[in-house]
């Protein structure tokens, strides 16, 4: 009998200009398109092994063995790497977390980043870098941005096929950090997926939609000239006017708890007063802030005082996913 077996690793991401809402919910093509930074000290480990002896997938997720609809979703993506391979085979599929699931720290990209490589390996499939992320784009629409290295561009694309994403710049290109302020390690009750599904319901997402070309562009330019105030302004914009769509979406998704809040505050109040740093949220509570290398020390400590923050996790700019 003979064993098919990779294991994969590959980072978080956290997005400078937002996803959210889909063309095509099921190709997972976005509305818009999206940068984002790989996140170094963040990421899943995912091993599997394709086995002739079993009779459908199995998934261990942080230890714990798991059904439901995160099996369903890993089975559906199996699927397209088995047809890609023409290979019929099933798979255990063992995935770790070093950061708290679900809790908008961008899980499903590390992990189905890392599970696009290690199964296309595991099946004998060397696909290229833009044939990855165009894959993991179906597992976990933002996994595409966390195949390629550093600062990363998804473009939307005209259709399936140029759907994907490539790196912008190295993670050496700049010294940024993000310093997570964690206010909640709980999943979030509504999932990224039913949330894009809801965001065409919002009367604000046409609004976002028309400006996000004018976004990208600005997003881009800040970090191929390293300008920070330049990107302060335009991240900050852009997670603002994603979750008024959230909020207005017909069910509402108000992803932030108090203390997201009082950390946005802060934040302004200390750039106001010099210090750089910015925010941004994705799809949960914890608060994203982001600084140079040389102020991560003071803003982490600030972060750590305020009320509500149960702790600061801090990253720098992350390779792309790799085989181990
Ligand atoms: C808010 O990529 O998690 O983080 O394809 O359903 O897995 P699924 O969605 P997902 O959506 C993430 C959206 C976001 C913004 C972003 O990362 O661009």
Known sequence: MSYLTATGVACANIAFIKYWGNRDDRLRLPSTGSISM?????????????????KSDTLDLNGHPTGGRALT?????LDLVRDLAGKPLHARVVSENNFPTGAGIASSAAAFSALSLAATHALGLELSERELSHLARRGSGSACRSIPA???????????????AFSLARPDHWDLVDCIAIVSSQPKPVGSSEGHALAGTSPLQRARL??????????????????????????ELDSHLMHAVMMTSLRPLLYWAPASITVMQAVSAWRKDGLPAFYTLDAGPNVHVLCPASAAGQVEALLGALPGVLKVLKAHPGDGARLV
């Not at 963040?42 to 002896?53: E, H, K, Q, V």
């Not at 979703?73 to 993506?77: D, G, I, K, W, Y």
């Not at 070309?213 to 330049?230: G, S, T, V």
């Open 38 to 54: 790989n996140l170094d000290s963040l990421y899943a480990r995912t091993s599997l092994t394709f086995d002739p002896g079993l």
């Open 150 to 164: 550093g600062f990363v561009e998804w473009q939307a694309g005209e259709s399936d096929a140029d759907s994907y």
């Open 210 to 235: 028309a400006g996000a070309p004018k976004r990208l562009q600005a997003c881009r330019a800040a970090i191929l000239e390293r300008d920070f105030n330049a990107l302060a302004e335009v991240a």
């Open 73 to 77: 979703r890993v089975q559906a993506f």
